[in-house]
Structures are given as C-alpha cells and as structure tokens.
C-alpha cells in the first residue's frame, strides 16, 4: 500500500498509518491513511480507489459511507491506474 501514495503523501504520515498494521489494527490504519489522504486533499486515480475499497472490503468494522463517499472525491481524471 505504501507504494501507491509515495510521492503524493508525506513519509511521515505513511509510517503514522501504516505503524497499526504492525499491532494488528487493520482498519485503524485504513481509516488514519484515508484521514490523510483527505485533509492533505492527496489526488487518486480510480485504481487507488478501487485498491482502497478492497482492502476496505476486507476490514471488520469497514470504513463509513461518509468517509468512502469523501474518498471518492479525491479521484482525479489522471489515467492512472
């Protein structure tokens, strides 16, 4: 996951996130990594979204509706995928 926002997020705020993955804390890491991307408005192309949603799929408790929807909007026509 790292690797798809390098570059568009800061180290600092990658390591923040992804730390809880270490403690076992998936969708804690999920849900902060998506807090970044939003407050630092980081633009996503449809694949980043489409990777965020399926490890969102595979989290218990999943992100809310609010929070996928405000995601969603970070996604820039680029042609990335």
Do not use: W
Not at 30 to 58: K, Q, R
């Amino acid at each position: 996951m790292r690797q798809r926002f390098e570059g568009r997020l800061s180290e600092r705020f990658l390591d923040l996130a992804l730390d809880y993955v270490r403690f076992g804390e998936e969708p804690l890491a999920l849900e902060t990594l998506c807090d970044y991307l939003l407050e630092e408005a980081v633009p996503l192309s449809a694949g980043d979204f489409e990777h965020l949603m399926e490890f969102n799929a595979s989290m218990q408790p999943r992100l809310s509706s609010n929070v996928v929807a405000a995601v969603k909007r970070l996604i820039k026509s680029t042609g990335q995928a």
